[in-house]
């Protein structure tokens, strides 16, 4: 198993997010500061502020939301999955890009962590 950890300024909107617009089901959530969602045989950690890993390091650095790492959602529509998000308001980086194996595209959850869906070749 693995497990992904996303750093959100707010975990019950990005919990939102998740569980209603890409279909992950909530594993477990500590009040304010974690929620531990899943989907399939990726489990999702949303860590908000409170949580020991957003304490600043040793260098002074403080852990963010944002950047470009991400995981890949896979579907089988692009086109459909695409529509129906951005009628529920969700925010692209890009339009989707075609390459050897399939189509993909980038999704901001409410942070700006990005979330690539993917559909693969025929």
Known sequence: MVS?????????????????????????Q???AIAILRK????LWLSGPGTSAMKPMKD?????????NRFVVEVEDMEETMAS???QGATF??????GPGGTQV???????????LFQARA
Request: aromatic share 12%; charged share 25%; glycine share 12%.
């Open 4 to 28: 992904v950890r996303y750093f959100v300024s707010n975990v019950d909107a990005s919990r939102e997010f998740y569980c209603i617009l890409l279909g992950f089901e909530l594993v477990e």
């Open 30 to 32: 500590y009040g304010p």
């Open 40 to 43: 399939g045989d990726l489990t």
């Open 60 to 68: 002074g650095r403080v852990p963010e939301p944002g950047g470009w």
């Open 85 to 87: 998000l951005l009628a």
């Open 93 to 98: 980086r890009n339009d989707p890009l075609s």
């Open 106 to 116: 980038l999704l901001d959850d409410p942070d700006g962590n990005p979330v690539e």
